[in-house]
């Protein structure tokens, strides 16, 4: 399984919590209007891929801008079903995409997300995902839509809360409830995410609460999108056994943060400490599902294990 790991090798430069009165951008700054999209780029290793992915903007004057998410910028194919019809805010997919605390700092990859949660930050108000990348699905199973929310300071809260105000068209106007319905896969994993966030305004939770609760986000995300791809009649105990694997594999990445936070070790050292657990719970999956269920839901080669040591040789 290759991984967009990129990112540690080219380092890059109301309901809703946008809908802050406090935000630092006022609503009457000019903001640059045009198109977004998200761009593909497999990174392989040992043989298999999955896809790196970054945003490219075009705006009114013609001039193209890209959006690194951790990795390279350049060579991709333009992603299925990313592009908006209407025009787009692209002052705030840049602020979303590149700026702090939207985009976390390269010490912090793999703990609050991929190149995948990074792009769909950017992508947040156009009611588009990069669901379409190869292996987004592994990924979100761990980190959800839109990055880990228990790293506060880098969570999406936080994004929405300090980004300028979305001038473009208010797509996300919907109800929650109503986008909940609708069947359209990216629709829905939007709205999961603000009836996650709607729950949280206003509480003053705990560690433990905070950790609880985005375990049942991730429960419900995961849900979602196992029915999708294998059918509303795929087994529950089969769904909640492949939940429980990945709540062990989060129990052990949150001890591996922590070391990492107090041992700095070298990089190829934290890769291969993150490589054997996610190759853990991919081998977890793999018990669980069949080799098409897994190759189906996850778009990755079933056969082919994480090596990330070799990726520093490459």
């Known amino acids: 399984m290759a991984l967009c790991f990129l990112g540690l090798l080219f380092a890059c430069g109301g309901d809703d919590p946008a809908e802050n009165p406090d935000n630092p951008s006022p609503a009457d700054e000019a903001h640059t209007m045009g198109d977004v999209w998200a761009m593909a780029y497999p990174t392989s290793i040992v043989g298999s891929a999955a896809d790196h992915t970054y945003l490219q903007g075009l705006d009114e004057d013609g001039r193209l801008t890209s959006w690194m998410c951790f990795g390279k910028d350049t060579d991709g ?11 787009a805010d692209l ?11 939207c985009k976390w700092p390269i010490t912090f990859y793999l703990r609050v997300g991929v190149c995948h949660q990074c792009a769909n930050r950017g992508l947040y108000y156009t009611g588009k995902t990069v669901a379409n ?30 980004a300028p105000p979305w001038l473009g068209p208010d797509i996300l106007s919907l109800t ?15 709205a999961l995410y603000r009836q996650y966030i709607q729950q949280r305004q206003g509480r003053d939770l705990n560690h433990e609460d905070r950790m609880r609760q985005w375990r049942d986000y991730l429960d ?5 999108r196992i029915r999708f791809y294998l059918g509303t009649d795929f087994p529950e105990q089969t769904i909640e056994a492949l939940q429980a694997a990945r709540n062990v594999f989060l129990d052990e990445k949150e001890q591996l943060d922590i070391w990492v936070d107090t041992k700095y070790p070298e990089p190829s050292e934290m890769m291969d400490r993150y490589g054997m657990l996610l190759n853990d719970l991919a081998d977890s999956y793999k018990t669980l599902l069949t ?15 994480v090596d990330l040591g070799r990726f520093f040789q490459q």
Not at 77 to 87: F, G, K, S, V
């Open 220 to 224: 419900a995300l995961f849900e979602r």
């Open 291 to 305: 080799p098409d269920e897994y190759e189906w839901l996850f778009n990755l080669a079933y056969d082919t294990p």
């Open 133 to 162: 990348a190869t292996g987004y699905d592994f990924f979100v199973s761990i980190y959800g839509t839109y990055g880990e929310e228990t790293e506060g300071s880098y969570s999406m809260e936080k994004c929405l809360a300090a």
């Open 176 to 190: 929650i409830e109503k986008q909940m319905l609708i069947q359209d896969a990216q629709a829905g994993e939007i």
């Open 91 to 101: 002052t705030v997919v840049e602020f979303m995409a590149a700026e702090e605390p």
């Open 77 to 87: 194919q333009e992603l299925a079903d990313t592009r908006t019809d209407a025009m």
